[in-house]
């Protein structure tokens, strides 16, 4: 078993090393006294994952176990939000604790060059004295190659293949026989149980849940001849007669909704047929299946080495996914709930209680001051993000009133192009003002819709909320420039 004590500090980039905030001999939550060590953590990102997809989150019929763990075990976060609703944008906006109007990832085009030059917490990590690795889907740029601060790089050629996938394995192209979950996981396990002295930290990047696509810098979209969202073969006829969960606002037709009543070129309307199929779902769900089995052996080997619980354990998402609500089918990108709500789970024992629910505002940007904080290296006062410690301390005091999402038009799909927006979300409204549609702009009551099916934004009782909301989105804007 590894024992290790404070990080050394080693490189430019260290700010400060400090792990006083988790003093030796603490009690744990549940009152034992344990000696506390400089903690591991591990990341485990999924792709396009909604956050009511899981078992933890009462979905009906969905077998998560091992992801339940974590919320069992440690937290849950009822509130996350993704800071951009699309893949390129989200990825950095949880590396670098910024939104992507700092970080400048705005879109998900040819980004390869640019995500090099990103001051990722794993980076800051890495100075600070822990060993890192990147194992999975970048997704910023098709150029596979290492990125600065990953001590051990694996990554998907392009968004990869869900079988027999070509990866950059510290910088040797290999392709890969098997599927790509195990594969990553594979991976991973070698990292996590190389023998040293050093404290890890591993952010795996799932390609689950997205389906089989080859994208260019170009943004534009090729498919293989196998294409959609592919199980592993264990899994292929899982949940095969579970009845299909659905929200009231699946397949209903935008109305009130100016923005997604347009005519778009030769487009149908959105309705209650442009739907995601019950087929689309179980794939996914299938593809998730997986992704819990890999999580369920990386549990078996920290518990086997005696490093589970000194291993910060995150479960989360980029953004979320449209089954068909408003008519959307097997998309993201807009400030509807199904789109910005994701997963965020953590378990690790000093820290958490175990079962402890969360109703504050968290989101993306949070992730990086959060695991920084965690593993004691200084959070730069530039990024806009705020470590969750406090939160998970006790100090509900240190929390944000409501969240703020942005984000920019982009040329792959047609029917969001010109639908770039500024959103704040409250408590109880939800403002979206888009940026180069006019008088096309949204206001739901989420305490009386919560499933923004009636836009109030010319509502004249409501006024005084739009102003109120208004005045927030403006003064984000300017600080955010």
Known sequence: ??????????????????????????????????????????????????????????????????????????????????????????????????????????????????????????????????????????????????????????????????????????????????????LLTDYSLKFIEREDDQPFCLYLSHKALHPESIQADDGSVTRPKVSGYIPAERHRDLYEDAEMPRRRNFGVPPRGKPALERQIGDLPPLSEKTVTSDKTIRDRQRMLAAVDESLGRLFESLERSGELDDTLVVVTSDHGFFYGEHGLSSERRLAYEESIRIPLLMRYL????????????????????????????????????????????????????????EYWSDIVYPRIRQMGYRAIRAERYKLIRYKDLEGMDELYDLERDPFELENRIADETLRPVVERLDGKLADWTAEHR
């Open 350 to 405: 000093p820290l958490t209680k175990a079962g402890s629910r969360y109703d504050q505002f968290v989101q993306t940007i949070d992730l990086a001051p959060t695991c920084l904080d965690v593993g004691g290296v200084d959070i730069p006062e530039r990024m806009d993000g705020i470590s969750l410690v406090p939160l998970l301390k006790g100090e509900t005091d240190k929390t944000r009133p409501e969240i703020f999402v």
């Open 1 to 182: 078993m590894r024992r290790y004590g404070t990080v050394a500090p080693a490189g430019a980039l260290v700010l400060a090393i400090a792990i006083s905030a988790f003093a030796e001999d603490e009690a744990a939550p549940d009152g034992r006294a344990r000696s506390i060590r400089t903690p591991n953590i591990v990341v485990v990102l999924v792709d396009d994952l909604r956050w009511d997809e899981l078992g933890c989150a009462g979905h009906p019929f969905a077998k998560t176990p091992h992801i339940d763990r974590v919320a069992r075990e440690g937290a849950m976060f009822r509130n996350a939000f993704s800071a951009t609703p699309l893949c390129s944008p989200s990825r950095a906006s949880l590396l670098t604790g910024l939104h992507s109007a700092k970080h400048g990832i705005i879109d998900n085009t040819a980004r390869s060059e640019q995500s090099k030059e990103l001051a990722t917490f794993p980076r800051l990590l890495d100075s600070g004295g822990y060993r890192t690795a990147f194992i999975g889907k970048w997704h910023m740029g098709n150029d596979p190659g290492r990125r600065p601060g990953f001590d051990h790089w694996v990554c998907l050629v392009g968004q990869g293949l869900a079988n027999d996938a070509e990866m950059n394995v510290d910088g040797e192209l290999k392709k890969h026989t098997g599927y790509t979950t195990d």
